[in-house]
């Protein structure tokens, strides 16, 4: 029996893969694309250190730059010393340009303050943090975060200043810089320094007014309103509405100098107490001379002007007592002194060190001629006093310099004159005698008046219803008869005063005739 071969199997090779397999494998793919998109078009993660977190919530505050929405907060968190909050946050990748070293961060919430009010619309949204664009050349993906908006936005074109400050009137961040009217800058940062006993203060000057702030620029106070009673008059200074409310600081040029070249680095420049002060600031040099007073300074004030012949020629340098020559300031024979200080430039020298010797000579021989010094009073309503220097009738000898100044010869001023005329009268009427006078004029009263009471006796003897008032009306009524009876007689002799002597009896009058014929 043959046993039958099994026939060979026809084996055909696969030339291509099922296109089922096409799914699982796209899968994969789109699921890595997906993945890395997520990643790279997530954009980078920004830590931002802040001191409170208040406002910021995770997967809700947003990242916002001129009101567009760059990024979310991804999660909040205590830093290793839990004394700040550190802010995660996620930027969008087409943002990350304007992650550079300067970049700042602030939160936008309501505020209210010198400037202004500021965040009214997140009292709807809720609050924000701000991104201000930096224009540095290297990238940051860590950053301090300001507590507020800053005055000065990173990239502005300006430039930065240092101010100083030793008056009483301290400005604060935000506080205008003013030129002319205009608001040209603001005060960045405040600093005050302990050891020295002075304010700093960080400025800047937006472009192009920078181009203003040169060598002989001068900067003063903007006390909003100011009134001066000193010695020189009642002076009223007004600056604009925003300096009324919020002070400041203004700038300029004195008119009389010339501008000087532009400042184009951090400057330092000393802030005056006021724009008259600028002009007393332009003279370096200055020589200080000693004035002995008798009677009381009372309204004389450091600063106060020195005048001859009504121009300004110095001020009052000190005031105080300090010198250690001078005698006890109880004593009743010691003189107050004063120091002022005149400035060459002032009377025609120049400001230099050479000008200093010949004042000095100049004031020792105008003293030999006359020149005498005293305290006038400038302003009544105030009291405030100058001095005032002139010549006198004779010359005055030169006295002893007081810790190396010249000492300048002093009067009593005119008002004090009078005064003292006023107090010589008072003491001669003091010294009169007053008191015998008064007894004499005591005692001649007296006579006057017992004189009156007899005389009012009499009158009262002759009152209406006296007996002596009745004799007197019936005398006069019998003297109105024998007047009346008196009358007749009285007309004839009038009419012929003869008949007093010859009678009264009519004749015949002759008439003359003529001859006969």
């Known amino acids: 029996m043959n046993e039958q071969q099994p026939l060979p199997a026809d084996v055909t090779p696969l030339k291509s893969i099922s296109i089922i397999w096409l799914i699982p494998i796209l899968a994969v793919f789109i699921g890595i694309w997906m993945v890395y998109n997520n990643i790279t078009s997530r954009g980078p993660l920004v830590v931002i250190t802040f001191e409170t977190g208040e406002g910021i919530e995770a997967k809700k505050t947003k990242i916002r730059t001129k009101s567009v929405d760059i990024g979310l907060v991804e999660k909040l968190e205590l830093n290793n010393k839990d004394n700040n909050v550190l802010v995660t946050v996620r930027i969008s990748n087409k943002y990350e340009h304007l992650l550079m070293e300067d970049t700042q961060f602030w939160v936008v919430r309501p505020r209210v303050g010198k400037t202004g009010i500021s965040g009214i619309g997140t009292l709807l949204s809720g609050a924000y943090i701000e991104l201000a664009p930096g224009f540095a050349e290297t990238t940051q993906y860590e950053f301090i975060g300001l507590e507020n908006e800053p005055i000065t936005q990173a990239g502005t074109n300006g430039i930065h200043i240092t101010l100083d400050s030793s008056g009483n009137q301290a400005l604060q961040t935000g506080d205008p810089i003013m030129y002319r009217g205009l608001d040209v800058g603001r005060i960045e940062h405040v600093h005050f320094n302990a050891q020295e006993r002075r304010v700093y203060y960080d400025a800047f000057i937006e472009t192009p007014f920078d181009k203003l702030i040169t060598e002989n620029t001068k900067f003063w106070a903007l006390n909003g309103f100011e009134i001066d009673l000193s010695a020189e008059g009642v002076q009223i200074q007004t600056g604009t509405l925003e300096s009324l409310i919020t002070g400041g600081v203004a700038f300029d040029v004195p008119r009389d ?95 230099n060190i050479e000008a200093i010797q010949q004042l000095n000579e100049d004031i020792s021989q105008s003293i030999t001629k006359g020149l005498q010094a005293s305290l006038v009073t400038g302003n009544l309503l105030t009291g405030s006093k100058f001095v005032e220097l002139k010549f006198g009738d004779k010359p005055r000898t030169i006295q002893p310099n007081v810790n190396g100044q010249i000492v300048i010869p002093t009067i009593e001023s005119q008002v004090d004159q009078i005064l003292q005329q006023i107090t010589d009268v008072l003491d001669k009427v003091n010294k009169l005698p007053v008191e015998n006078v008064l007894v004499g004029a005591d005692k001649t009263l007296g006579n006057v008046n017992a004189s009156l009471n007899d005389f009012k006796k009499l009158a009262n003897s002759f009152s209406e219803g006296s007996q002596t008032h009745s004799e007197l009306q019936e005398l006069l009524k019998k003297m109105k008869r024998t007047l009346n009876e008196l009358d007749p007689l009285i007309i004839q002799l009038n009419q012929k005063p003869n008949s007093l002597l010859f009678g009264t009896q009519q004749r015949e009058e002759l008439e003359p005739k003529g001859a006969k014929q």
């Open 257 to 351: 100098t010339t501008p000087g070249e532009t400042i184009t680095e951090r400057g330092f420049f000393t802030i005056y107490p006021n724009m008259n002060a600028i002009y007393d600031s332009r003279y370096k040099h200055a020589v200080t001379f000693t004035l002995l007073f008798k009677d009381s300074i009372r309204g004389l004030k450091p600063n106060a002007p020195v005048e001859y012949r009504g121009i300004k020629i110095g001020s009052v340098f000190q005031t105080d007592i300090n010198h250690t020559d001078i005698k006890n300031i109880l004593d009743p024979s010691a003189l107050i002194p004063i120091t002022i200080k005149i400035e060459p430039a002032r009377l025609g020298f120049k400001d």
